[in-house]
């Protein structure tokens, strides 16, 4: 079982940013994919952006240019830097992960989350 571990949200005003940090347990870079979800009141998660163990990235096209995924697998840690910030992505982000699909896809169901991170930006 995976544990991951959200931190870094907070309240920042339009145009600012944030750096979210996503902790796991275990080993979970050999063949796993890791992503970041969002979801804001009263509307559905959505993905932000996605990385598989070969470092394969996508990106949501509503914050292509402004968030950066990474991973640092020496800390067993996944990190979205959200820059230029907008009150759109106010929302609570969630880190998950899953077992990667074929070719390294990262589409389909994630089967271990985070509790999730505020993330409100005023305008």
């Known amino acids: 079982q995976v544990q991951l571990v959200e931190s870094g949200g907070g309240s920042v005003q339009a145009g600012g940013s944030l750096r979210l940090s996503c902790a796991a347990s275990?080993?979970?870079?050999?063949?796993?994919?890791l992503a970041w979800f969002r979801q804001a009141p009263g509307k559905e998660r959505e993905g932000v952006a996605s990385?598989?163990?070969?470092?394969?990235?996508t990106y949501a096209d509503s914050v292509k240019g402004r968030f950066t995924i990474s991973k640092d697998h020496a800390k067993n840690t996944l990190y979205l830097q959200m820059n230029n910030l907008k009150p759109e992505d106010t929302a609570k982000y969630y880190c998950?992960?899953?077992?990667?699909?074929?070719?390294?896809?990262?589409?389909?169901?994630?089967?271990?989350w985070g509790q999730g991170t505020q993330v409100t930006v005023s305008s």
């Open positions: 275990g080993d979970v870079y050999d063949s796993y994919c």
């Open positions: 990385i598989n163990m070969v470092g394969m990235i």
């Open positions: 998950a992960a899953r077992h990667a699909g074929l070719w390294g896809s990262c589409e389909g169901e994630y089967n271990n």
